[in-house]
T-cell receptor, first 111, second 113 residues
Framework: DAKTTQPTSMDCAEGRAANLPCNHS???????VYWYRQIHSQGPQYIIH???NNETNEMASLIITEDRKSSTLILPHATLRDTAVYYC????????????FGGGTRLMVKP | NAGVTQTPKFQVLKTGQSMTLQCAQD?????MSWYRQDPGMGLRLIHY???????DQGEVPNGYNVSRSTTEDFPLRLLSAAPSQTSVYFC????????????FGPGTRLTVL
């Protein structure tokens, strides 16, 4: 699995967009970019994933650069409940993958 | 749907005791997994199952057993608890075509004294 690099922490004002970057410069052609988050004391929560096209769902948007070496998760209108650690993972689509969360980005949404 | 449920929420064991952590899901997911998360650390895969009757080892399987007799249930057994197994244990499930879109349970906080 490709290594991913994320900033340690970020702040965002409530109601504003939160843009969380992730670098995955060694990603291979069959690896997807997955985003999860973990709110304090809860289980991780799947957010979104993509291969090379931009993706959007009810939770977030995922923008992947054309060379696939980096991506950005966008929470369009952050709320206090979005305060969490966000993890970017590069994985192929096989069973038995380890969701090995690295350090992630601790997002603090402030009023 | 209740989603993924785990019991108990908290457990304290003495070294050498055995116990079973329960995990159930009502989403008809074929894939189920067990992870542990140590303080300030990421997840580590213990065991996983791609369907009833099929299990396989993850990254840290030693000291744990699993079985998958039904699609719904995937219990994790600690054979002889050790302080190094103090951790938060998460169970997760997913659909076969979406193995990495995992739904996680609320976790079991285990302390081994």
């Amino acid at each position: 699995d490709a290594k991913t690099t994320q900033p340690t922490s970020m702040d965002c004002a409530e109601g504003r967009a939160a843009n969380l970057p992730c670098n995955h410069s060694t990603i291979s052609g069959n690896e997807y970019v997955y985003w999860y988050r973990q709110i304090h004391s809860q289980g991780p929560q799947y957010i979104i994933h993509g291969l090379k096209n931009n993706e959007t769902n009810e939770m977030a948007s995922l923008i992947i650069t054309e060379d696939r070496k980096s991506s950005t998760l966008i929470l369009p209108h952050a709320t206090l409940r979005d305060t969490a650690v966000y993890y970017c993972i590069a994985l192929n689509n096989n069973a038995g993958n380890m969701l090995t969360f690295g350090g992630g980005t601790r997002l603090m949404v402030k009023p | 749907n209740a989603g993924v449920t785990q019991t108990p929420k908290f457990q304290v064991l003495k070294t050498g005791q055995s116990m079973t952590l329960q995990c159930a899901q009502d989403m008809n997911h074929e894939y189920m997994s067990w992870y542990r998360q140590d303080p300030g650390m990421g997840l580590r895969l213990i065991h996983y199952s791609v369907g009833a009757g099929i299990t396989d080892q993850g990254e840290v399987p030693n000291g744990y057993n699993v079985s998958r007799s039904t699609t719904e249930d995937f219990p994790l057994r600690l054979l002889s608890a050790a302080p190094s197994q103090t951790s938060v244990y998460f169970c997760a499930s997913s659909l076969p075509g979406r193995p990495n879109e995992q739904f996680f349970g609320p976790g079991t906080r285990l302390t081994v004294l």
